[in-house]
């Protein structure tokens, strides 16, 4: 008995000696902090940097941390910021809700960061948003596109075009172009991008006249779509809307496939991934998608960027990597217009903002959001296609 | 109405509760002896999934075409691996144990194999294509207005075949006798002179391969796999092993082709509320049957 008492004494102080430790450490470095603020000029920006470089969302987040990265070292190499060098702290959200905010409040508790570029899904983006606006940190997502972001406070901006757009251009495309009139849906009812797109995609199609003769819906991590597809093509549809994350997108079109449906296949920017060919194999050839930059774009921006990408990372970037490379960008240059880091300083800024970027003209509305062109991509044997540009 | 009760649905309904079936009968066939749920069983699944990967691209990159069976084997050897070590490192200790403490541990085991998994290199966290075209290229077939896919022929016959075997051993050989007897009462059958220890080395071993085989037959059919893929098939194999009747090979089969087709079924009717449609079928029928549809009615013995 005395034996098992010593040992629960012994570990119990062990425990409050290093709870206190760490306690004291932690005061003590941010004493330091303050205490050198005759030397905080020389000290590097620290940029916070969010995206899911693993989980289902992995090249989503390994493209726009790419693009982050890219930019980050064109703005050092020129002289940073300011006058200061620019540091990006990153962390992958995994694109996991939960892991975003836990993400957001590290970076704005213990790195002290002056201004996040992230999330990268809208889910993710909707977990970090209230945080950042909580503690006054200016916040852009390069790539979350649905509308409930940036309405999250004023602090929030972002960088692309937002779904009731992106789904009006799908709507407009399978009217006009594609000529269908009957569209079955399906869509991820756990993700708020999937859901949402699917909805004003819904909404357009129906106000120009065209038919959903299917609208189902699949929990979040499903491999078997059949049972689904197998009630949208008993009501033949002439086209599949498939507003998802690439992963479930390959195996849709491959099912759908498999189960004799030959017509297009429509979705939204979370096709646009390398993997999805990899998961999709043929079934994916005869689909088109919505998104926000082609490398096709004869742009001289676009090509410059295209070029520096290519030869950086040996790989041809994608919209993800260039709407990172875009939100790097405006946030830099937007903390440069403020001259200094104060958050509010920052956050006028982006409000006053005209920046041409890789993806377009950027000019935030006074919901924060960009007016943008969308452009229509084919996959044709298995490559990216670019096929017109749709205006707003 | 039309796309819910047909012939296609049903073919969807046969495929899913094939491979729910080959997940459930470990499940219920380590419970029947040990009394444990097994949680790390859809881990196995996993592992499986992964070793036929590795199988079939390490046969790609020799330019070999990849042999189903062989890769089938290696997929089931690598389930009943991870499935024994399982159970002599982490169960075995606390055979004598509270029950509480092994099925922790079993909760253990799932985290550890998942985890372990998205933290090696050459696995990942994130998701990986599975080569199925490589190991098995597709053909179509049509049965009026239902679409059948040569995968889905492949699911069905090894699952059965691997069934029947399993059925095989379990009536008809001395271990599967003996695992009968375990199953029956561990004690009686130790005092018959039967090693206990190498039953339920035996009865992992067999879970564990047949885990594996399911993880191929997934790779097979929805060629996209991760570390976590374990998680959620895992747990409706749970269910219908309890629906069925846990500690009963029969109910186990039975509990998830009826899984398959209420998950089928109830997506058809709502894709929203669908599995919560076939979740909802399992509370029903536990409330009037709490042994499960097969299982025997055990009532407290004063």
Aim: aromatic letters at 10%; hydrophobic letters at 45%.
């Amino acid at each position: 008995m005395r034996k098992k008492k010593t040992l629960l004494l012994l570990v119990s102080l062990l425990l409050v000696v290093a709870l206190f430790g760490t306690v004291l450490t932690g005061c003590s470095g941010s004493k330091q902090s303050s205490n050198n603020n005759a030397t905080q000029e020389k000290k590097p920006i620290l940029i916070g940097g969010v995206a899911p470089v693993t989980g289902p969302a992995a090249t989503y987040g390994k493209s726009t941390k790419q693009g982050y990265e890219m930019a980050l070292e064109e703005w050092n190499a020129k002289g940073g910021v300011l006058g200061r060098q620019v540091k990006m702290i990153f962390e992958d959200d995994k694109a996991d809700p939960t892991e975003a905010a836990n993400a957001f409040s590290k970076l704005i508790n213990e790195n002290h960061v002056v201004a996040i570029v992230g999330s990268v899904t809208s889910s993710c983006s909707l977990a970090g948003a209230p945080i950042a606006q909580r503690n006054k940190v200016p916040m852009i997502t390069p790539t979350s596109t649905n509308p409930k972001v940036t309405e999250q406070g004023d602090y929030i901006f972002r960088a692309c075009f937002i779904d009731p757009f992106q789904g009006t251009v799908a709507a407009k495309f399978v009217y006009n172009n594609l000529k269908a009139r009957k569209v079955g849906v399906i869509y991820d009812i756990g993700q708020d991008y999937n859901t949402g797109l699917a909805e004003f995609f819904k909404k357009e199609f129906e106000k120009l006249g065209g038919q959903i003769v299917a609208y189902e819906g699949y929990p979040d991590g499903t491999t078997d779509f059949n049972t689904q597809l197998t009630k949208i093509l008993d009501n033949k549809p002439d086209v599949i809307y498939s507003p998802n994350y690439y992963n479930d997108d390959g195996l849709i079109a491959k099912q759908a496939r498999s189960l004799g449906f030959n017509g297009p296949i429509v979705g939204g920017d979370g096709w646009d991934s390398p993997d999805l060919v990899k998961i999709g194999g043929d079934a994916v050839n005869n689909c088109y998608f919505t998104n926000h930059f082609s490398k096709d774009s004869k742009s001289p921006i676009v090509q410059s960027f295209v070029k520096k990408y290519e030869d950086k990372y040996g790989e041809a970037p994608d919209a993800l990597a260039a709407l990172g490379y875009d939100a790097m960008n405006i946030m830099l240059t937007a903390i440069q217009n403020a001259g200094s880091t104060d958050g509010e300083a920052i956050k006028n800024a982006l409000m006053n903002i005209d920046y041409q970027g890789v993806t377009g003209h950027i000019k935030f509305d006074k919901d924060r959001n960009p007016i943008k062109s969308a452009v229509i991509i084919k996959i044709e044997n298995g490559k990216q296609v670019y096929v017109t540009t749709i205006n707003p | 109405m039309n796309g819910i009760f047909n012939l296609q649905q049903i073919i969807n309904g046969i495929q899913i509760g094939s491979i729910y079936a080959l997940i459930s009968i470990g499940y219920t066939l380590v419970y029947g002896i040990i009394k444990l749920i097994n949680f790390a069983h859809g881990d196995f699944y996993m592992v499986g999934a992964y070793a036929a990967y590795f199988a079939v691209m390490f046969s790609v990159a020799r330019k070999e075409h990849p042999n189903v069976i062989i890769v089938l084997i290696i997929s089931m050897t690598a389930g009943a691996i991870v499935a024994f070590l399982s159970n002599r490192i982490a169960y075995k200790p606390l055979r004598y144990k509270p029950r509480l403490s092994a099925l922790i541990t079993a909760i253990g085991v799932s985290m550890f194999l998942e985890y372990t998994s998205s933290a090696l290199p050459f696995i990942g966290p994130s998701f990986r294509a599975f080569p199925q075209s490589q190991l098995i290229p597709e053909k179509t077939y049509r049965i009026g207005s239902a679409v059948l896919t040569n995968y889905q022929i492949v699911n069905v016959t090894i699952a059965v075949v691997l069934m029947v075997v399993l059925t095989y051993i379990v009536q008809h050989t001395r271990m599967g006798m003996a695992m009968r007897a375990s199953a029956q009462d561990k004690d009686a059958a130790r005092l018959m002179g039967i090693d206990i220890e190498k039953v339920i080395d035996f009865t992992f071993i067999v879970g564990g391969a047949l885990a594996g085989a399911a993880g191929l037959l997934t790779g097979i059919t929805y060629p996209r796999i991760n570390p976590y893929m374990g998680i959620i098939p895992g747990l409706k194999a749970f269910i219908a092993a309890v629906l069925g009747g846990i500690g009963s090979v029969p109910g186990a089969m039975l509990g998830s082709y009826i899984m398959g087709f209420a998950e089928v079924f109830g997506t058809a009717i709502n894709s929203i509320l669908g599995e919560g449609i076939a979740y909802a079928i399992l509370i029903l029928v536990l409330i009037f049957l709490p042994q499960g549809l097969l299982g025997k009615k055990t009532g407290e013995k004063v």
